[in-house]
């Protein structure tokens, strides 16, 4: 028995040791009266828990496998295990840096609460929601393929009856054809018929008058062999064959009909941020009067895209002439032609501070490093339109189909497709078609933003490609209808877009509601980014300028 522990059980005070306890420390693991207790609390170095003894959690020290009959109660930093005191004095952990074990499972309790907390509220929510979403887009495959399933059924049906039509029309005609050819044969026996008759009544007529012995029938006949000599005509009529065109399997496939590619893409994934990254970053509010701080010079007839390099340097790019590079004083710092020799339809500059355009005219997606053109990604039955590069470094390529008729966003891993985004939940085409300009832009929350200008709106949706909103423009001062060109975002989440036949951009926060209009006296604002300091840049389509504005 411990030698302060009487038979009469009586517990007394850790430190003072002549004092019945009344407290226990949870922090330090000590029994205390009430003159220590206060004593105790008063060491501020430490966050002291004295709860009343009989309140006490019991704490479960694990035993030290070195030293059988030690509790390890200190914790070695270096080697991120629990030891016990023996460990500590016998030189093992000499000279590491060590804890009170409770200290550390009491900021390691902390750690699995907020562990449990982000589970229980963000995570585990979110799971349940993916799961929820595919559980729905299950129950709507069967409507879907029993679609496709009516779909085939129909046009076989359509080439069934085709086909019969066919047949009948064949057989129509054979038909007209055998009715010909017995009609010509039958001619043809008629006339041998009546040459027969006669033959018949000459023979007949010779025979009497061979018999009869009459001087005057046989001095007045007259031979008709020779008439008879040349036979009828003959008719020849040559029975029509029937030639079977060899039935090709794939010609019949494609005529049927075709169905496209099952498309199975694992998409990226929402990466939750952590508690402490989801908090914001320095508010910047929007400044009441935005003012612009430089103008540029680009020398294009139109200018159509600009991408920040830098805090003073920009790429531009316009109408029938070669990518520049300018300084905020105009001035040409680098000028380099495309591939092919024809206009980029727009560029963005990478995380690395390589240049990448889109080449209408070959269809392709191109990266500028060095100076050195090489070509990324060559496009078969799609057209290659905006681009803009992400937080990740990947590339987000709007297209358009070759006939027109459809459009989607595409996001490539180097030059490897991850990502295609093209129709909502319930399989609605997502974005315009037509040859419009469809700038975009990845928001700082990860959702994807186009600038969609053949459907007069903002289409955003989020990482994974699921539509979270449209926005339409705002009802206010509104000169023509609302048209949206370049698209970019900041670092506070805003969405920017130019609307060029009203001359103004707007400000939109995340989740689409409009802010606020830029004006500072803009003439067809067409492309737009900012820079790191979130200093805006615009594309003036009508004055060959790119202004730097500072809104926030």
């Known amino acids: 028995m411990h030698p302060r522990r009487s038979a009469q059980e009586v517990l007394l005070c850790d430190l003072c040791e002549t004092v019945p306890l009344q407290s226990h420390c949870e922090l330090c693991n000590i029994n205390l009266c009430v003159n220590c207790a206060g004593k105790h609390v008063s060491d501020s170095s430490k966050r002291h828990k004295v709860v009343p003894f009989l309140h006490r959690k019991s704490t479960n020290y694990h035993k030290c496998p070195d030293h059988a009959d030690k509790h390890c109660e200190i914790y070695c930093e270096k080697c991120g295990i629990p030891v016990c005191l023996t460990c500590v004095t016998s030189g093992k952990h000499k000279g590491h840096d060590i804890s009170d074990i409770l200290e550390k499972v009491s900021a390691k309790t902390e750690s699995l609460q907020k562990d449990l907390k982000e589970l229980e509220t963000r995570i585990y929510p979110r799971y349940e929601e993916m799961a929820s979403n595919v559980e729905t887009e299950k129950a709507e495959i069967e409507t879907k393929y029993g679609k496709l399933t009516t779909d085939a059924d ?204 889109t080449d209408t005219s070959n269809n392709t997606l191109n990266l500028i490093k060095n100076k050195q053109i090489q070509t990324v990604i060559t496009l078969q039955g799609w057209r290659s339109r905006n681009v803009c590069c992400t937080a990740g470094n990947d590339l987000l390529v709007t297209m358009i189909s070759d006939d027109l008729k459809q459009s989607k966003v595409v996001r490539y891993s180097s030059s490897t497709e991850t990502q295609s985004i093209q129709f909502d939940v319930q399989g609605r085409p997502l974005y315009s078609s037509g040859i419009s300009t469809k700038s975009i832009s990845e928001n700082r929350n990860l959702d994807i933003c186009m600038a969609d200008w053949g459907a007069k709106a903002v289409v955003v949706v989020n990482q994974s490609g699921k539509l979270r909103f449209r926005y339409t423009g705002h009802p206010s001062n509104t000169k023509q209808s609302f048209t949206p060109r370049g698209i970019t975002t900041d670092s506070q989440s805003h969405i920017l877009t130019a609307d060029d036949d009203n001359d103004r951009i707007h400000i939109l926060d995340q989740d689409g509601q409009f802010l606020r209009y830029i004006h500072c006296g803009l003439q067809d604002p067409f492309g737009l980014c900012v820079d790191i300091r979130d200093n805006l840049f615009v594309a003036e389509w009508g004055t060959a300028k790119v202004k730097k504005i500072q809104y926030l």
Not at 201 to 230: A, G, P
Not at 316 to 336: A, D, F, H, R, Y
Request: net charge positive.
């Open 154 to 357: 129909e046009q076989g049906e359509i080439l069934h009856r085709e086909i019969t039509a066919i047949v009948n029309r064949r057989k129509s005609a054979i038909a007209e054809m055998k009715t010909k050819h017995l009609d010509a044969l039958n001619k043809n026996t008629e006339e041998i018929t009546q040459k027969i008759t006669e033959l018949k009544q000459i023979m007949s007529d010779l025979k009497s008058i061979l018999k009869s012995n009459d001087v005057s029938l046989t001095s007045t006949y007259k031979s008709r062999n020779s008439e008879f000599r040349t036979l009828p005509p003959k008719v020849r009529v040559t029975v029509p064959s029937f030639s079977a065109q060899k039935i090709n399997k794939y010609q019949l496939n494609e005529m049927f009909g075709s169905l496209s590619p099952l498309s199975i893409n694992t998409e990226h994934g929402d990466t939750m941020k952590s508690a402490e990254a989801v908090s914001s970053p320095p508010v910047k509010p929007l400044l009441d009067e935005p003012r612009v701080t430089a103008t540029i010079d680009t020398g294009y007839g139109n200018p159509y895209s600009v991408s920040c390099l830098s805090e003073d340097q920009v790429w531009t790019c316009g109408e029938k002439k070669p990518m520049k590079l300018l300084n905020l004083q105009s001035k040409l710092l680098t000028s380099i032609q495309t591939k092919s020799g024809g206009q980029p339809y727009d560029i963005a500059v990478t995380r690395d501070g390589d240049l990448v355009y």
